[in-house]
């Protein structure tokens, strides 16, 4: 899976929009990028993922530039909840039985502020 | 609650002895994932299952480590004698669906302290 690389730490005022980078230079075809959270001792959560479309859900949106060499979470009204470690993932998509696993990094600690 | 869920929460135990943590997957998710999480580190694959089979396992998965999911439900982890570098929180993601669509869903985690 190819390597992300996130910055270590940001803040964002609550109710503002948080914009969190990731790149993935080496990202290749077959390649999805994934976000998850991990709030404070929690187990990390789900947030949303994509190929090379833009997706949105309810948490959240991810654009992914047209190249797929960087992508930026957005999370439109940022509240006091969604303070937590976010991590930007790369994982291949394969039919085998094998390297299914997702890898981690440090993440972004996002800190909203009051 | 339809979430993963892990049992117990934390445990505490010391050096020597063997504990073992249970993961019970969203229902109908056929495969499972063992991850391990040190303080300040993001989470770290041990094992993977589809259905009842283990098929893949980290370099991490010493030989005091095993686990195992014999009806392909519920899964158990494992540690023999264990040791203080053992401390961490233990991980349980379930999934299901094409590799395109697969998500993994966390469970809360079990959180060992080795004395």
């Known amino acids: 899976d190819a390597k992300t690389t996130q910055p270590p730490s940001m803040d964002c005022a609550e109710g503002r929009a948080a914009n969190l980078p990731c790149n993935h230079s080496t990202i290749s075809g077959n390649e999805y990028v994934y976000w998850y959270r991990q709030i404070h001792s929690q187990g990390p959560q789900y947030i949303i993922h994509?190929?090379?479309n833009n997706e949105t859900n309810e948490m959240a949106s991810l654009i992914i530039t047209e190249d797929r060499k960087s992508s930026t979470l957005i999370l439109p009204h940022a509240t006091l909840r969604d303070t937590a470690v976010y991590y930007c993932i790369v994982r291949v998509a394969t039919s085998s039985g094998s390297a299914r696993q997702l890898t981690f990094g440090s993440g972004t600690q996002l800190t909203v502020l009051p | 609650d339809t979430g993963v869920s892990q049992d117990p929460r934390h445990k505490i135990t010391k050096r020597g002895q063997n504990v073992t943590f249970r993961c019970d997957p969203i229902?109908?998710?056929?495969?499972l994932y063992w991850y391990r999480q040190t303080l300040g580190q993001g989470p770290e694959f041990l094992t993977y299952?589809?259905?009842?089979?283990?098929?893949?396992k980290s370099r991490l998965l010493s030989d005091r480590f095993s686990a195992e999911r014999p009806k392909g439900s519920f899964s158990t982890l494992e540690i023999q004698h264990t040791e203080q570098g053992d401390s961490a929180m233990y991980l349980c993601?379930?999934?299901?669906?094409?590799?395109?669509?697969?998500?993994?869903?966390f469970g809360p985690g079990t959180r060992l302290l080795v004395l």
């Open positions: 993601a379930s999934s299901y669906g094409t590799a395109r669509q697969e998500t993994q869903y």
């Open positions: 299952f589809q259905n009842e089979a283990q098929l893949e």
């Open positions: 994509g190929l090379k």
């Open positions: 229902s109908e998710h056929n495969r």
